[in-house]
């Protein structure tokens, strides 16, 4: 049967045996000369008419205006051999809008011919939205386009997840030439899943491997800062060294946003304070003196996220830890923010001043931490800030008020339970 297809053409009106009248809403209809045994061999809607006794030679089809040329194109489509139609596609909009009267007339073979195209073609994102909506109400026979925007199972999830964020924290470069594109998109990737509102994001988060992935990624960068900043003091003129640490604190400033959202903030935090003292012991080599203020700017950034974390509880270490991150940053903090101060003073559009809300959000979070130590650290923190011939940033005032408040709260409650304990002695 499929060959009569091709025996015949539409339009021919010398062998046509079936007028199918195309009405649309305005003007006249339009007459398509049919055959027959085509209609009844492509579509069961078709076969169906034609037996009907009272359908004659005649078959009223009604469409709206913006349907009519799929209309069109579907009558052609019947006259097609089985491989010419599948060729015969030229955009998801043709093939969308054919498919939907194809499932209404019942054509099977034009139907497999329109999936079979969408479902292998790319989609912008405005069919993409086209399809969605439309796809759903023709059915199981075409709901095999969806296939790729369908919801993937944990497993799937899970394994995408660990893939990104290997190829996020990779240290090898990336051969030409991609550069460090294909590594930033994964990083955006990771960034974008955590953000979603899927609930396979959950588990995959709290599940073992993905952690332990996530803890070896943040070595992985930490190993190539690590590498990267010792090359800073070397006397060659590496001109790339900058440039290298730099993404190297990028990378950094990345993957701490993405543990806070997993609840592994801490090793990270641990990592920092491990790090602080080769950090600032570098940065205060005699040859970056007067130099890298553009990684110092960005290590005080990094310094803040940590600072945060710590001072408002939302990163639990032990008192030594917090007094030792105290100790080493202040000073280094103290020491740069008046420098880059200056030099933005002096240089129109400096781009590496710390700006208010940095400001305020290191100093907010240092009083934090600062208050919740135990109160001889807090002296001897204080009394470090006090010494200094002027009191600038950050003012510690606030810190130095409540720890005031708590000690002379202290003595009272010392002094007042002495009285209760002499009198009970006096009572005996």
């Not at 993937?152 to 240290?171: L, M, P, Y």
Request: net charge negative.
């Amino acid at each position: 049967m499929e060959n009569s297809s091709l025996c015949f053409g539409l339009n021919d009106i010398n062998t046509s045996d079936v007028t199918i009248r195309l009405r649309n809403n305005k003007g006249k209809p339009e007459l398509f000369y049919s055959h027959s045994s085509i209609l009844k061999e492509k579509s069961k809607y078709f076969a169906d008419k034609l037996v009907d006794p009272n359908c004659g030679a005649f078959i009223d089809i009604h469409c709206s205006h913006y349907d009519y040329e799929h209309h069109v194109d579907l009558l052609k489509r019947l006259y097609l051999s089985k491989d010419s139609l599948l060729e015969s596609w030229n955009s998801v909009h043709s093939a969308l809008g054919v498919l939907q009267l194809a499932v209404k007339f019942n054509c099977r073979e034009i139907t497999e011919s329109c999936v079979q195209y969408l479902e292998a073609v790319p989609w912008e994102d405005k069919e993409e939205d086209l399809i969605l909506k439309v796809v759903p109400k023709l059915g199981p026979v075409a709901m095999s386009i969806l296939a790729r925007v369908q919801p993937v199972d944990f497993s799937a999830t899970k394994n995408v997840f660990i893939s990104a964020i290997r190829f996020a924290t990779s240290v090898v470069s990336p051969s030409p030439p991609f550069g460090d594109e294909l590594k930033t998109s994964a990083q955006e990737q990771v960034e974008y899943m955590l953000g979603d509102d899927d609930e396979e994001i959950p588990l995959v988060i709290a599940d073992e491997e993905v952690k332990s992935e996530s803890k070896k990624g943040l070595k992985n960068i930490w190993s190539s800062f690590d590498k990267d900043l010792s090359c800073l003091v070397l006397r060659t003129d590496d001109e790339s060294a900058e440039k290298r640490v730099m993404q190297s604190l990028s990378d950094l400033g990345w993957i701490c946003n993405v543990l806070s959202k997993m609840d592994l903030m801490k090793e990270f935090v641990d990592q920092w304070i491990d790090f602080s003292s080769r950090v600032i012991r570098i940065m205060d080599d005699k040859l970056l003196e007067s130099s890298m203020w553009g990684v110092k700017l960005k290590i005080i950034e990094l310094n803040w996220k940590v600072l945060d974390a710590v001072g408002y509880g939302n990163v639990i270490i032990p008192p030594t830890r917090r007094v030792e991150l105290v100790t080493t940053w202040l000073p280094f903090i103290r020491k740069t923010k008046p420098v880059l101060d200056s030099i933005g003073n002096e240089e129109t559009g400096y781009p590496y001043k710390m700006d208010d809300d940095l400001c305020q959000n290191i100093e907010g979070a240092i009083v934090a931490l600062l208050s919740a130590l135990p109160s001889n650290d807090q002296a001897d923190i204080l009394a470090d800030w006090m010494n200094e011939e002027e009191l600038k940033y950050p003012d510690l005032s606030e810190a130095f008020e409540i720890w005031c408040y708590r000690t002379k709260s202290a003595k009272r409650r010392l002094v007042e339970g002495l009285d209760r304990v002499g009198k009970a002695t006096v009572s005996l």
